[in-house]
């Protein structure tokens, strides 16, 4: 599996704290990586030194979080890839797709902090030698691939990521995409994919006008500013209560890089890479109604990893087999737009797992991953410690400090939660250290549950916070420019995930569900 988390952590003024073996790979040259400055990490909230449970206790939780149960949401599941894609975009590290000889310190800088400016899309543009082979030869377009006949149905050119350099049968699976983490399960890269086919299209309706050496950098803000207007009116308000991001990006930030100048490169919170945006992990489900094909709960999660080149071997094909193509239809609903051709019945439709503190099973048993440290759950609550994570409490004071209004968990809401884990597992002293000091990616997604599944207080403001600053140290950005509208909704006022869809597959069923 390819890791999509980050394995070292450089955080701000604290240095290097935490590094598994076989830590990330440098991608610039010996020299180079030297004077390189590391991804941006800096800590939001307090030190949670002294704060941390034992090993033993955090295995337990970890086995009773990802022992399954906890039921579905409303949200659908198209949104949980959405959300791995952003998370991709936002740690995406530029540097591995320069070829880093002639790059400018503040390049560098900015290459290494996080942003949602789709650099995991566009790698470092078409004119970096070591991000052309993204492009098509215009210099405009971004590649697609072409699917490999399986089941009776042809190979079928735009569905899936491009691949074929190299030489081994594993080189020639890979994705020729910027973050190969996007090829990490189908899910992912086909949502890769549709973001593909956006720019391309946006390229395409450009007025002619557009002299041919400005058609590539005005359709890349184009695509942008849509993506960024989605993430905020869209996707944000789907995961954590909408009140929550609304005072946010209508009254600024209170906890998280205030005052800020907007241009300067943001940081990334390690309270929401390694606790709060980890909710995606509580989306995920267990068996998908993929297609046409891998119907009534056949698309396991399994295969969804065995057909992409990250964590599988695309099912011993070198391209995506055509029976698997993705069926949008089943992840989004588009009947927000007002298209009913384009609605399956419920019982087809696949809705994301509740944001609660539930995993299923399969990510108790992560593949490639040793057997004492295969558990996702255990592995984020490890992580969390190794960079000695604030607990749920020492935040909630914190962002009360900040000025911000939220209300505390109680320890019974804590213990009990709703309908999500029991901790009838854990000893009583475990039961107690736990209530005392909440480890925040478990107090987070205990607000969640109790929150009918989207994040509230502390979990939502961290997100809402991070998400915004992101957005406002983007080259192109929304919140900088708030005047700006989207031009490709249906108003000006709606851009949501499924009019991106729309507008990508030119709002034709025989392209978002080509399976029929
Ligand atoms: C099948 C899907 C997924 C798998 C197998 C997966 C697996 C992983 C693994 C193994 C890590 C590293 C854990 C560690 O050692 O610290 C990780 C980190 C992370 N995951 Fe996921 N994940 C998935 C989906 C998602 C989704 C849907 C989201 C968010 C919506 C998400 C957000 C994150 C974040 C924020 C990190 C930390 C990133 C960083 O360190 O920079 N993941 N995930």
């Known amino acids: 599996m390819d890791k999509h988390g980050s394995e070292s952590y450089f955080v701000i003024g604290e240095g290097l704290l935490a590094e598994s073996v076989g830590g990330r790979e440098r991608t610039l040259a010996p020299a180079a990586e030297d004077e390189a400055p590391p991804f941006r990490f800096s800590r939001m909230g307090p030190n949670g030194a002294q704060r941390q449970l034992t090993d033993a206790n955090r295995k337990r939780i970890g086995d009773a979080m990802a022992a399954g149960g906890g039921g579905s949401s409303q949200i659908p599941a198209g949104f949980t890839y959405l959300g791995q894609f952003v998370d991709h975009d936002l740690t995406f590290d530029k540097t591995s797709v320069m070829l880093g000889e002639h790059v400018s310190p503040a390049d560098l800088l900015q290459a290494r902090s996080p942003s949602l400016d789709l650099d995991s899309l566009y790698g470092a543009g078409p004119n970096e030698p070591g991000s052309a082979r993204f492009y098509e030869d215009d210099g405009i377009h971004l590649k697609m691939g072409k699917t490999v006949a399986a089941d009776g149905i ?11 350099g190299g030489n081994t049968a594993a080189e020639k699976r890979k994705a020729i995409i910027p973050d190969p983490r996007n090829d990490e399960n ?7 994919l549709a973001f593909i086919r956006f720019h391309n299209r946006v390229v395409d309706s450009l007025p002619a006008s557009v002299p041919i050496g400005q058609r590539f950098a005005r359709a890349r803000r184009v695509v942008t500013r849509h993506y960024q207007w ?12 909408a009140g929550a991001v609304n005072t946010v990006f209508t009254n600024g930030r209170k906890a998280f890089e205030v005052g800020a100048t907007s241009t300067d490169v943001p940081t990334m919170p390690i309270e929401f890479s390694v606790a ?21 709960g056949f698309g396991f999660l399994d295969l969804l990893f065995s057909f992409s080149a990250g964590s599988g071997d695309l099912g011993g094909n070198q391209r995506l087999p055509s029976n698997w193509i993705a069926d949008f239809c089943r992840l989004y609903d ?10 399956v019945p419920e019982h087809k439709f696949n809705r994301a797992m509740r944001i609660d503190t539930t995993l299923v099973d399969r990510l108790a048993n992560l593949p ?12 984020n609550l490890t992580r969390a410690k190794m960079v000695r994570l604030a607990t749920g409490q020492q935040m909630v004071t914190f962002l009360k400090n900040k000025g911000v209004t939220l209300t505390k968990l109680t320890n019974a809401q804590i213990r009990d939660g709703s309908n999500g884990v029991t901790l009838d597992t854990l000893t009583q002293s475990q039961r107690e250290a736990l209530l005392k000091d909440t480890p925040l990616w478990f107090y987070i997604l205990r607000e969640a549950e109790l929150n009918a599944g989207k994040l509230k207080g502390v979990g939502a403001r961290i997100v809402a916070e991070t998400f915004h600053r992101a957005i406002e140290g983007s080259q192109p950005s929304i919140v900088r420019d708030p005047t700006w509208r ?19 597959f030119e709002g034709k069923k025989t ?6």
């Not at 189908?186 to 890769?192: I, K, M, P, R």
């Not at 588009?334 to 609605?343: I, M, Q, S, T």
């Open 368 to 379: 490639g991953f040793p057997s004492d440290e295969d558990n996702l759950a255990f592995r």
């Open 486 to 504: 989207p031009s490709l909704g249906p108003d000006d006022e709606t851009f949501r995930m499924v009019d991106l869809l729309l507008f990508a």
């Open 276 to 296: 709060a945006f980890r909710l995606g992990h509580s989306m995920i489900r267990r068996t998908y109604n993929w297609n046409r094909i891998f119907d009534d």
């Open 186 to 192: 189908l899910a992912v890269a086909q949502t890769h």
């Open 230 to 241: 989605m993430l905020r009116t869209d996707y944000l308000p789907r995961i954590c209560a």
């Open 511 to 516: 392209l978002l569900a080509p399976l029929g």
């Open 334 to 343: 588009f009947g927000e737009a007002g298209r009913d051709n384009l609605v």
């Open 154 to 164: 042809a190979g079928k050119d735009g569905f899936d990521l491009p691949r074929g």
